[in-house]
């Protein structure tokens, strides 16, 4: 009986305590709410800086592909397997099979399989035998030695590749995951890397837009090659 007249007598109490509030005191609020979203967006443009296509390497024809000599060791392609710009995904593998996705959710655990393998698409993009997927410490070398940064190309986010001779390659964010509750499909990459030539392993290099790299398990991903 007595809840209706408390919850009553608590509306009133806020309105009234709404109303006692001043102008002045609405006007800085709402000042700062814009403040915070400002900061909140540039922050992001910022992360995000849109960059041109002369702005990485363009890279020397080698034995059917473009490489990018780093500065690392071994050089390494302009674009990944199956595009032929820098910003474009390319082809999809898990395993050694490449798979139908276009950009594969981390909750797409059960990619449709095609009968193409890796071999066959890197036969028909042209790339000699001297290509290669990177072995698990020249993409460490890759992670360790070069500075990365977070940008946009072509409207494609990635990032930015340099090494330290100051040639450099845009590997794009290829991958996303929805399942997060904090934010909603945050993009990452995930690249395969392996320890022969042709057998992809349970190791990938994977990237994130705040600032984290390292080798995982995440089972579809790109391909981007390399040459001595």
Known sequence: ML???FTTFA???FRSVIHRIPLWAWIVAMLAVAAVVLVVCCRKASRTASIAISDVSAGISTYGGKAVDLGIGVKWAVSNLGSDSPQGYGFYYTGSTRVKNDFPSAVSRNPKKLLVSLSSDMKSAGYGSQWRLPSVEEAYALEHECSWQWVSLGGIEGCKVTGPNGNSIFLPAN?????SSSRAQWKFGNYHVSNSNSVIHSDNLMFFDFSDR???SY??????LVIP
């Open 219 to 224: 089972c579809i991903g790109s391909v981007r």
């Open 214 to 216: 390292h080798l995982s």
């Open 11 to 13: 509306a009133m109490n």
């Open 3 to 5: 809840l209706p007249f």
């Open 175 to 179: 991958c996303f995951d929805d399942s």
